[in-house]
């Protein structure tokens, strides 16, 4: 049976088969390796998910930043829907190429200021995969083979200094290298070469280094480790660090990064440029997987020659034309600044909320990418109760209430917002 034919109303979706069936059938066939909330999601578009019963709710988790431009925004759908209509959007071999891989590699390589200068200013080049966590790997892989190549370090004996509460994804390496327990128990042996000091610690950085450190690597936000900022000098501090060592320095821009923060680029908030960058989620639009490496063009051509990586998917033409669209999207419709914007006002009802609760212990975050942490330590006690209203967020590290609506809403958005967290959050 297709399972559009069982549409019996008005929303459109793939299926009208009962919320407790589609429950069922996960719980059965699934993996139970989510905490989940009971809704299902039928229909997604703009800033606004619909269930079974035509209920809305305002999404303030946007897929933990992939969808920064709004669900299934026009532009981005209409090149993905050109490219299957125009058979130009199917797998091929990485031996021939293709040219919404050119355009991609181009519109990507050259949005992202210089980085790596004091490896030349002959611009960056662009390494394309599927998931986030398989570019965070490639990144670790530039640094490694830097540290060996380029430092002498002995192979094997390579090291990252990385953070803690960090969150770099869920492969095995690294796992290896999260401060969260539930993350990597009972998945050993873990992979070595990883060295943690505590976010914000610039002192720490400095005494970890030996002479197999290769890099460091850092997000500009935290996002899973608790929507926290790095202290004021912090990038700047590690920049300085990095270059006294001859260190690369990576910065980890999945979650934080094409606008959700008010700048294109977490980093352009303290013009901190870094070695590499890594991206993901938002960079094709939310509609297909697509992520990328960047680095200055010195270190990739340094490191990576045929054999020395690859990936059937990454790059492949369906999600480079949906890359394209969605980097058009983020520069035509200056969505950096709308959520510098948005967020400036969102964040400062906010805190006028906070100030009138019990419940709130901290409001942080700039752009919009907010946290509201709560006294009892239990975030999702407060998004199950947002849930019921019609919104949708969940906890980042158990304690926080994450804010991160897409980058297109507006006042009433905010209002609507705002109105449901006064109800939750202040007795």
């Not at 897929?63 to 920064?68: E, L, P, V, W």
């Not at 480790?225 to 060592?245: S, T």
Request: hydrophobic share 40%; glycine share 10%; with cysteine.
């Amino acid at each position: 049976m297709n399972p559009t034919q069982t549409l019996t109303r008005s929303t459109q979706s793939y299926s009208s088969v009962p919320d407790d069936q589609i429950f069922n059938w996960e719980e059965t066939y699934g993996a139970n390796h989510y905490g989940r909330l009971h809704m299902v999601v039928r229909k997604a578009e703009g800033a606004w998910l619909t269930s079974l019963d035509d209920k809305k709710y305002l999404d303030c988790l946007s897929a933990y930043s992939a969808a920064n431009p709004g669900h299934h925004h026009p532009k981005i759908v209409q090149s993905l829907v050109d490219a299957l209509q125009g058979n130009y959007a199917s797998v091929i071999s990485n031996v021939v190429y293709t040219d919404p891989l050119g355009f991609f590699l181009k519109k990507c390589a050259t949005l992202v200021p210089q980085l790596g200068p004091r490896f030349g200013a002959k611009g960056n080049k662009v390494l394309a995969k599927n998931g986030g966590v398989e570019s965070v790997e490639t990144a670790i892989k530039l640094a490694r083979a830097y540290g060996y190549q380029e430092k002498g370090i002995e192979d094997g004996k390579q090291e990252i200094i990385v953070f803690g509460n960090n969150f770099h994804g869920r492969m095995i390496t690294v796992v290896s290298f999260s401060t969260s327990q539930k993350y990597k128990e009972g998945f050993g042996p873990l992979t070595p070469g990883f060295v943690t000091v505590d976010f914000g610690d610039i002192d720490g950085v400095t005494k970890a280094i030996n002479k197999n450190t290769c890099a460091i690597l850092v997000e500009p936000m935290q996002g899973e480790g608790g929507m926290y900022q790095p202290p004021d000098g912090f990038l700047k501090g590690l920049r300085e660090v990095a270059d006294a060592n001859n260190l690369l320095l990576i910065f980890d821009e999945i979650q934080v990064g094409l606008g959700r923060t008010g700048k294109n680029f977490c980093f352009e908030h303290e013009n901190v440029i870094p070695d590499a960058i890594i991206l993901g989620k938002a960079i094709s639009g939310g509609l297909v997987p697509l992520s990328v490496m960047v680095t200055n063009t010195h270190l990739m051509d340094l490191v990576f020659q045929p054999g020395r990586d690859g990936s059937t998917y990454g790059g492949y033409p369906l999600a480079c034309v949906a890359g394209v669209a969605a980097l058009d999207v983020l520069v035509d419709e200056k969505l950096a600044e709308k959520a510098a914007t948005i967020g400036k006002g969102l964040k400062a009802k906010i805190l006028e909320v906070a100030s009138r609760s019990k419940q709130v212990k901290e409001v942080r975050g700039r752009g919009l990418f907010i946290g509201i942490e709560v006294n009892n330590g239990d975030a999702m006690v407060y998004c199950r109760k947002l849930l019921d209203l019609g919104v949708l967020a969940n906890d980042s590290h158990g304690h926080t209430i994450r804010i991160s609506p897409p980058l297109i809403i507006g006042e009433k958005e905010v209002d609507y917002l705002v109105e449901r967290l006064e109800k939750v959050l202040v007795d």
